[in-house]
């Protein structure tokens, strides 16, 4: 009976070992120059400050990287990168396993052990090459219109291909020489292919030679691999993982800028200018074309695809390693401009690129060279002088309080609550509708709040996201210190942008709160039952999500939780909805920026939330009620459908629990 094990190298002469082993350390040096050029164009990039811990970024990579959780999604998809990912990862094991075995004192492959790394082996190269089947269905027969298309293509899939198969054929021929052991049928793969090879090749093969040479073939490509590993879409293999491993921050916090009044550059004017985890990024895109896939401006006929932003920026970075090149000569101011910030993209991507960082980047260099577009340049002037974007004087920003009998906070004073009103809150009229809702609310459910008065600025989210850097930083510091004179236990915010900058932004300038919107709050308070729902309200509702509320800070259930508490409601859920919803237009700067291109996007929301069949459509940001509003004005549909906030809902269909005379003072 043979022993159940197996010589390694077996059949291999010394001669050709050592050659093999001068052309592994060959093609490892020119992988290793290789990957080092790549490292040396990314430290070419800027400084990049870290948000996460150590322990988030290992989640992250545990999450996305190994079990790859965005791809799920696209079944087709996730199972065919799975296979490639975790077929490659256990032939490396075994590839490591037998190193140790052959060229240190343990000595370990026998019995069950040898058949148990055996079967590893097998399933691993069998799991690779199903993985690598799918991705030439996928990319040559099924053809997903968004899926990049390049020409080493080909070569990369093949390759791969190759090195797997060769494997099984010279795992084959070594058992076909040996007589077919039984016990070598824990390599299924190996096995089965020996029988068959048996059966089609003549009786006088000489099964030695055939497996020294199909030896000889598999190292040969294996070599290539190791060489081609840094180029063409060999690189993501490595780069995607170190990427996913390496983010900097939340979605909701920007890069601040370096180097802000110490130079006359701001932005990205040259390559070099974007930071080093940027230039990474572009050597970590896949090219799956998610992005371009649920960017609602792609999606608008507007020029913008986040897909070849990246592409085109990373094709100068290729043609110009030392950074000095500007991404300019391949990109359109246009497509920065159109960008709602919405983070569709970021959200849909497998690998975690930031594409918001990159395009606020390349707004800040347009705003600083004086290439700004639309209304925007008023608005931010209006910001500066009036710390609204309207002009509207700053006295009037607690007009709509006035006859509300609502408290405002002075100086050394305390309260539960800081309701932080914002801009659209304290001045547009329907924003001022939210906001007497709220602060009604409030009072029913007997909170302890107050407001700033005259004495709240604009929070900077115009600002920040337009690319005017400068006038966000004075903007968080004067309210960062305005902040620092009153005692409160949390901060109150309608508006998601508010929100987020608060709570995501500011805590890079010493601001740290514990900032919740009102959906969140206000469920809250209707699960402790401190507000009583009077009346049914047989209604249609369906919830657009806000993309500064939902993607950008997770905040999904509350807003539903509020909807499901009220008598007679049936919730409708829009067709893209929770952390795939379709932005209603509004973000990024853009209600101050002229549209002229394509379609409106809230007036494509709008065609989903007709869809539903819906009387209301509730939401929860100001500019997403402004922006479905003008949506409904567009399609004639006045009293037809209507839109209204969370807290408007809840206010109408809720009572004063509270004694006569204990009102908010």
């Known amino acids: 009976m043979n022993e159940i094990t197996r010589q390694i190298l077996w059949n291999i002469p010394k ?11 060959v093609s ?13 164009s990314w430290l070419r990039g800027e400084a990049d400050p870290d948000r996460l811990s150590w322990e988030e970024r290992i989640q992250n990579f545990l999450g996305f990287a190994v079990l790859q959780q965005k791809l799920f999604a696209d079944p087709f998809s996730a199972v065919m990168h799975l296979s490639i990912f975790w077929g490659f990862l256990g032939l490396f094991a075994t590839t490591l396993i037998m190193m140790v075995e052959k060229y240190t004192p343990l000595h370990f492959l026998y019995g069950r052990v040898y058949e148990a790394y055996s079967l590893l082996g097998d399933l691993s190269g069998l799991l690779f090459l199903f993985g690598i089947s799918l991705a030439i269905i996928r990319r040559y027969f099924l053809r997903p219109p968004n899926l990049e298309k390049r020409s080493g293509d080909v070569y990369v899939l093949s390759l791969l291909f190759l090195m797997a198969f060769t494997g099984f054929l010279a795992e084959a021929a070594r058992i076909a020489a040996r007589d077919m052991p039984s016990f070598e049928i824990f390599s299924p793969g190996g096995f089965a292919l020996g029988r068959l090879m048996g059966w089609i090749l003549p009786a006088e093969t000489n099964w030695d030679y055939l497996h020294r040479g199909l030896w000889i073939f598999h190292i040969v490509t294996v070599l290539l691999f190791f060489t081609a590993l840094p180029s063409l879409r060999f690189t993501h293999l490595l780069f995607t993982p170190v990427n996913v491993l390496l983010k900097k921050r939340p979605l909701g916090a920007l890069r601040p800028v370096p180097r802000l009044g110490l130079s006359p550059a701001l932005g990205a004017g040259r390559i070099k200018e974007f930071s080093w985890k940027q230039l990474l990024d572009l050597e970590a895109c896949t090219g799956c074309g998610r992005c371009e896939n649920n960017c609602p401006a792609f999606n608008t006929e507007k020029p913008l695809s986040p897909l070849k932003l990246i592409r085109n920026i990373r094709e100068v970075l290729d043609h110009d390693k030392s950074g000095d090149s500007s991404p300019w000569e391949k990109i359109e101011e246009a497509e920065a401009w159109n960008c709602t910030t919405c983070a569709a993209c970021e959200e849909a991507c497998p690998v975690l690129i930031n594409h918001l960082d990159r395009i606020v980047d390349l707004r ?3 705003v600083h060279s004086g290439k700004i577009k639309g209304n925007a340049p008023k608005g931010l002037e209006n910001i500066l002088y009036y710390r609204n974007p309207w002009g509207y004087a700053a006295r009037e920003r607690a007009f709509w309080a006035r006859d509300e009998n609502i408290r405002v906070l002075q100086e050394k004073e305390e309260t539960d609550v800081l309701y932080w009103v914002g801009c659209a ?18 009072k029913k459910a007997g909170v302890d709040f107050a407001i700033l008065g005259d004495r709240e600025g604009c929070c900077g989210d115009f600002a920040r996201r337009l690319g005017e850097e400068g006038l966000f930083e004075k903007l968080a510091r004067q309210n960062i210190e305005t902040l620092k004179k009153y005692r409160f236990r949390r901060i109150l915010v309608h508006c998601p942008h508010g929100l987020n900058v608060l709570k995501n932004e500011y805590p890079r300038w010493g601001g740290n709160y514990e900032v919740v919107h009102h959906a969140e709050y206000f469920s809250r308070l209707l699960e402790e039952k401190k507000l009583e729902i009077s009346p049914a309200w047989e209604k249609k509702i369906t919830f657009h999500d ?25 919730l409708l859920e829009l067709g893209k909805n929770r952390g795939a919803a379709f932005c ?10 002229d549209p002229q291109y394509g379609e409106g996007i809230n007036n494509r929301r709008f065609e989903e939330v007709l869809a539903s069949g819906a009387e209301t459509v509730a939401t ?21 459908v209507r839109v209204r906030d969370i807290a408007e809902i809840l206010d109408s269909v809720t009572v004063e629990r509270r004694p006569p005379g204990a009102g908010n003072q």
Request: aromatic share 10%; proline share 7%.
């Open 15 to 25: 001669p050709i070992v050592a050659a093999m082993y001068a052309a592994v350390a």
């Open 28 to 40: 490892l040096a020119i992988a290793a120059y290789g990957f080092w050029a790549h490292l040396r």
């Open 364 to 366: 800040r260099h347009l």
């Open 425 to 442: 809150g304290s001045y547009d009229p329907q924003g001022q509708e939210v906001s007497l809702a709220v602060a009604r609310l409030l």
């Open 546 to 570: 806000p993309c500064y509320l939902g993607r950008y800070n997770r905040v999904f259930e509350p807003p539903r939780e509020i909807l499901r508490s009220i008598p007679g409601v049936d």
């Open 584 to 593: 209603c237009g509004g973000g990024g700067g853009q209600i101050l920026l």
């Open 620 to 640: 929860a940001c100001p500019y997403c009620k402004l922006m479905l509003d003008m949506a409904i004005t567009f399609k004639n549909l006045s009293g037809q």
